[in-house]
């Protein structure tokens, strides 16, 4: 069964402070990976689309990562701002199938 | 232009009774997908219509759910016979194009408690 897993599941950090959450996965092949930015009580937000070509991506203070032969990615934020605190879901989808399957998502507080 | 809009935003129903919830996809947008999200679990594909056909709707838990589109554009996910493990925020999703590698832009969410 394909799986998304993400860790950790919650993370706090400090405003300013960096952060790098992790998604790992087993669907094979792959056509793209996202992340998504989840605010409480909204839909998700797309952050970065990935092809399994492409090695990194950046959309402002968020830099996501991908290494297909691993199969992981990260996401890392850039001096973190209260703004910053949501979940954030990694989203993987299948060449086969026209698939996608979701992580359970990194909760993310900042601090002041 | 406006994104995707849902209604109600939260919806509080007994154990047994029939909820429709509704979404307004992006004008234009080919593509609708409804998910449920359960309280700490990752977001769980419901149907998928392609205009106002479903080719896909292999992650309906039940036949107590359904859902129709119409006109290309509002859809209604139906739960007939709520149960409390029906509560959920279920969010909807449009696209501008059928195929997954489009992007997707979701909606707020219906948060559904059945008590």
């Known amino acids: 069964k394909n799986q998304v897993e993400q860790s950790p599941q919650s993370l706090i950090i400090l405003e300013g402070k960096n952060c790098t959450l992790q998604?790992?996965?087993?669907?094979?092949?792959?056509?793209?990976l996202r992340w998504y930015k989840q605010d409480t009580g909204r839909g998700p937000v797309s952050l970065t689309i990935m092809t399994f070509s492409e090695n990194t991506k950046s959309n402002g203070r968020y830099t996501a990562t991908l290494d297909a032969d691993t199969k992981q990615s990260s996401l890392h934020i850039t001096a973190s701002q209260l703004s910053d605190s949501a979940s954030y879901i990694c989203v993987v989808l299948e060449a086969a199938g026209n698939k996608l399957t979701f992580g359970g998502g990194t909760r993310v507080l900042v601090k002041p | 232009g406006a994104g995707v809009s849902q209604s109600p935003s939260n919806k509080v129903t007994e154990k047994g009774k029939d909820v429709e919830l509704r979404c307004d996809p992006i004008s234009g947008h080919t593509a609708l997908y409804w998910y449920r999200q359960s309280l700490g679990q990752g977001l769980e594909f419901l149907i998928y219509f392609q205009g106002n056909s479903a080719p896909d709707k292999s992650g309906l838990p039940s036949d107590r759910f359904s859902a129709e589109r119409t006109g290309g554009s509002v859809s209604t996910l139906t739960i007939q016979r709520t149960q409390q493990e029906d509560s959920a925020v279920y969010l909807c999703a449009s696209s501008v194009g059928t195929s997954r590698t489009y992007e997707q832009y979701f909606g707020p969410g219906t948060r559904l408690t059945v008590t």
């Open positions: 998604c790992n996965y087993t669907v094979s092949p792959f056509s793209n």
